[in-house]
């Protein structure tokens, strides 16, 4: 059993920057990937990042390249997600997820385990 807690929302104005984090307690399943994903109101929760905690393999969604960059500290059992040049778009719910089977890291299905989701909410 793999528990996870995020923390870092909040409300930021165009440009800024946030810093969440997603601290995992359990069961850590070095070789697959801790993803971040992000649902906004009235739509389908999409991908936004993710790595492998072993290797520190990373992978981006297009529209967050080059904004946002995802680490892991092993020692701390905790993953980030450093976002920079928020836009209004960026506003969402973001929740971590841990994977414990072979999956695609883009895919929400193929993960096992979830956060409650903190808040991101970025002005105009």
């Known amino acids: 059993q793999v528990q996870l807690v995020e923390s870092g929302g909040g409300l930021v104005q165009a440009g800024g920057s946030l810093r969440l984090s997603c601290a995992a307690s359990g069961r850590i399943f070095s070789n697959r990937f801790m993803g971040w994903f992000r649902q906004a109101p009235g739509k389908e929760r999409e991908f936004v990042a993710a790595i492998i905690w072993g290797s520190g393999s990373t992978a981006y969604t297009d529209s967050v390249k080059d904004r946002f960059t995802v680490s892991r500290d092993n020692a701390k059992n905790t993953v980030y997600l450093q976002m920079n040049s928020l836009k209004p778009e960026d506003t969402a719910v973001y929740y971590c997820?841990?994977?414990?089977?072979?999956?695609?890291?883009?895919?929400?299905?193929?993960?096992?385990?979830w956060g409650q989701g903190t808040q991101v909410t970025v002005s105009s």
């Open positions: 997820a841990a994977m414990a089977r072979s999956g695609n890291y883009y895919d929400a299905g193929a993960y096992d385990y």
